[in-house]
């Protein structure tokens, strides 16, 4: 904490001082010589808990400065320090809202008891502080939620941010960015991800998590969207998200847009791209440099894709080189900029090639992606693909797993296991396979995020407790997985606008 002593005679706050140093109080101490020049410093810094200022001043008296102080920033604590013939003055300062008075000359014990309780009134008023905080950032996520998912007008969320929170998006360029990840990144480590994101990206933002796995960046304003200033800022998040290897992070960053009107449009176009990318890629996409307007329709990539994957399953090797290396010259021959686009599109079918033969594992994959990223045009992305198909059809590798099947067991897992502290690489070690390939074939058959689906299932069987049980609420949470009594609640008001208890007392 940090105290401001003010005392126009200089041997007065040495004294203070001293003893702030014998008690070994856990003080900074600043210093102003009058009532003036404490109200200016205080003015232009906001980090002062306490106020220890005497009565009898030249320019603005102690009384007039508390007065002051306490109108522009209750939360300061005030401490009236005046001589024994002062002492009926000094109870004006009531009125200043000052709680505690010291007399000159100081005895040592007063002085102790009343720091000791200004300090703690100090701890409990931030307390309070921090508590009003989090509730308000709360509720602001609650709206920003609601901006992704909820189908209100926009118009009526987007005046309630700008009124109540300070997030203007009315008439803005904006831009939306997912982060996904394999495992519960967003619920284990929330704080350090947003510290992160104040640290290294540039102007106004939101972030928004959706899911444990899956988090939603706003930008907002010129600065935040140019996009100079954007990939030079997502290269700084993703090196920090991934500068100790234990995490892999796929981030891809929608295009840019102006105010409301085209918001709807731009998250579709960001979830599409999300859904036609492989699951859980460790890099960066820029739905900008996709540029898929220049080598055909969205629709022909994936009817490519999907005829590749037949074909991978069907382990004819022949046919997907085949067909691999003629997308492959037809992009070259168009002469499209979609290179980066198509290097990640093979990447995801090498990586179900892996699968099927057996030999995947992350070293591998992220070795190969390495060759195929670094490849300066489509004909070295020709030369490992070939180079990798060759080696797959000399191969013996074991048979894929019927997709369905698989599924149902995975389903099985959640139905069986949603109240145990599980996460995908459990779910994968349940049905014996890669966590990777779990997420890809659950997403092919289904559509869905498999985290995505355990969260939905988990929230199903809450409400479900909730409305036929009397359980307690905490003991609801952990019996749908969650040990984090804060973070159930605020997943299920983020589910279903309000909190479990809520919930209850409606029914």
């Excluded at 009565?55 to 009236?80: H, Q, S, T, Y």
């Excluded at 559509?447 to 409400?463: E, F, H, I, Q």
């Amino acid at each position: 904490m940090k105290i401001l002593l003010v005392d126009d005679e200089k041997t007065e706050r040495e004294g203070i001082r001293f003893l702030i140093d014998k008690f070994k109080l856990p003080l900074t101490v600043a210093e102003a010589f009058n009532g003036k020049a404490a109200f200016d410093y205080i003015k232009k810094n906001n980090d002062i808990d306490i106020l220890l200022t005497d009565v009898k001043m030249p320019f603005m008296d102690g009384l007039e400065l508390a007065k002051r102080v306490n109108e522009f920033n209750p939360a300061i604590v005030i401490i009236i320090f005046s001589a024994y013939g002062e002492f009926d003055y000094a109870k004006k300062a009531c009125e200043a809202n000052a709680v505690n008075y010291l007399l000159k000359p100081i005895e040592l014990d007063e002085f102790k008891q009343v720091m000791d309780r200004v300090m703690n009134i100090c701890r409990e008023r931030k307390q309070q502080s921090d508590q009003r905080e989090s509730l308000r950032n709360s509720d602001k996520k609650l709206w920003l939620y609601r901006l992704l998912n909820s189908r209100d007008a926009l118009s009526e969320i987007s005046q309630t941010l700008s009124e109540q929170y300070g997030i203007h998006l009315e008439n803005k360029p904006m831009r939306f960015v997912s982060i996904e990840t394999r495992d519960n990144y967003f619920e284990q480590k929330e704080e350090e991800f947003e510290e992160i994101l104040r640290k290294n990206l540039k102007g106004s933002f939101e972030a928004i998590n959706l899911y444990p796995n899956l988090s939603y960046i706003l930008l907002y304003g010129n600065e935040s969207t140019d996009e100079e200033v954007v990939e030079a800022s997502m290269r700084k998040v993703y090196s920090r998200l991934t500068e100790d290897r234990s995490e892999m992070f796929s981030i891809i960053v929608g295009t840019r847009f102006n105010g409301m009107k085209g918001f709807r449009e731009k998250l579709k176009e960001l979830e599409d791209t999300i859904k036609d990318t492989f699951s859980y890629f460790s890099g960066i996409i820029y739905i900008s440099k996709t540029n898929l307007k220049d080598t055909g329709a969205l629709e022909e990539q994936l009817q490519i894709k999907d005829s590749v994957m037949r074909s991978i399953r069907d382990k004819n090797m022949a046919a997907v080189k085949e067909q691999m290396l003629v997308y492959l010259k037809r992009l070259e021959a168009g002469k499209s900029s979609s290179a980066f686009f198509a290097k990640y599109l093979m990447l995801d079918m090498v990586k179900a090639i892996y699968q099927v033969y057996g030999t995947y594992n992350e070293t591998l994959i992220m070795e190969t992606a390495n060759r195929i990223m670094n490849s300066n045009d489509l004909k070295k992305v020709a030369e490992v693909l070939s180079g990798i198909l060759d080696e797959m059809i000399l191969s013996e590798g074991e048979n894929l797993p019927d997709m369905s099947q698989t599924v149902a067991q995975i389903k099985r897992v959640v139905k069986n296991e949603y109240m145990n502290d599980i996460g995908l690489e459990d779910i994968a070690d349940r049905v014996c396979l890669t966590p990777s390939y779990v997420s890809f074939i659950f997403k092919k058959e289904t559509g869905s995020n498999l985290v995505k689906y355990l969260t939905d299932y988990r929230m199903k069987k809450a409400k479900e407790l909730l409305e036929s049980s009397k359980m307690k609420i905490v003991d609801v949470g952990k019996a749908c997985g969650y040990q984090n009594q804060s973070y159930f609640n605020k997943l299920f008001k983020q589910y279903y606008r309000v909190t479990p208890r809520q919930f209850r007392e409606q029914l």
